[in-house]
T-cell receptor, first 114, second 115 residues
Framework: ETGVTQTPRHLVMGMTNKKSLKCEQHLGHNAMYWYKQSAKKPLELMFVYNFKEQTENNSVPSRFSPECPNSSHLFLHLHTLQPEDSALYLC?????????????FGPGTRLTVL | AQKVTQAQTEISVVEKEDVTLDCVYETRDTTYYLFWYKQPPSGELVFLIRRNSFDEQNEISGRYSWNFQKSTSSFNFTITASQVVDSAVYFCALIFTSGTYKYIFGTGTRLKVLA
């Protein structure tokens, strides 16, 4: 079974919609991450959860709202997004949330905001 | 400023050629880590290597090798005898902690290996 799964793989939404991205890890890890990958821009770390507690929020707009109900699941709730939010959203997990940990990535959700 | 520069946007080579992907970084921290990741067309980033700032030993793993030089702030990645399966986008990343930890990724180098 794939270590980190993400659903949906593709999502198209209007600016007034509300949707959620889901990430699940089957590796027994304690830390999970959301990244944004925009075209021609460096990968940006958005949020970090360690043992279900949010430990990092890198100045992400409030229209992105993460949720981590347990160490295996991570959600990214989206509302009133802008076209510039269109990107590949990657989820990752690592053993303990140490910054030196190896992170294991999911395949991403390709989001298009119309 | 803390940054990672991958000046090569795209490289094309013919199978079996050697290819080097450049990574130059800037940081004020004395303790930091450098990573390389591979992103194949399927999308997920795959970890390749981690190196801390106190370990300048070069590393070889099969056809992959890495040259870390603090004097030039570079952490270059060489693929020997490239194969079509090496075609991907490769990212270099700098991780450091200044109160909270920060990940700085380069913009990536797209490698195309032609048969």
């Amino acid at each position: 079974e794939t270590g980190v799964t993400q659903t949906p793989r593709h999502l198209v939404m209007g600016m007034t919609n509300k949707k959620s991205l889901k990430c699940e890890q089957h590796l027994g890890h304690n830390a999970m991450y959301w990244y944004k990958q925009s075209a021609k821009k460096p990968l940006e770390l958005m949020f970090v959860y360690n043992f279900k507690e949010q430990t990092e929020n890198n100045s992400v707009p409030s229209r992105f709202s993460p949720e981590c109900p347990n160490s295996s699941h991570l959600f990214l709730h989206l509302h009133t997004l802008q076209p510039e939010d269109s990107a590949l959203y990657l989820c990752a997990s690592s053993q303990d949330g140490q910054y030196t940990d190896t992170q294991y990535f999911g395949p991403g959700t390709r989001l298009t905001v119309l | 400023a803390q940054k990672v520069t991958q000046a090569q946007t795209e490289i094309s080579v013919v199978e079996k050629e050697d290819v080097t992907l450049d990574c130059v970084y800037e940081t004020r921290d004395t303790t930091y880590y450098l990573f390389w990741y591979k992103q194949p067309p399927s999308g997920e980033l795959v970890f390749l290597i981690r190196r801390n700032s106190f370990d300048e030993q070069n590393e070889i793993s099969g056809r992959y090798s890495w040259n870390f030089q603090k004097s030039t702030s570079s952490f270059n990645f060489t693929i020997t005898a490239s194969q079509v399966v090496d075609s991907a986008v490769y990212f270099c990343a700098l991780i450091f902690t200044s109160g909270t930890y920060k990940y700085i990724f380069g913009t990536g180098t797209r490698l195309k290996v032609l048969a």
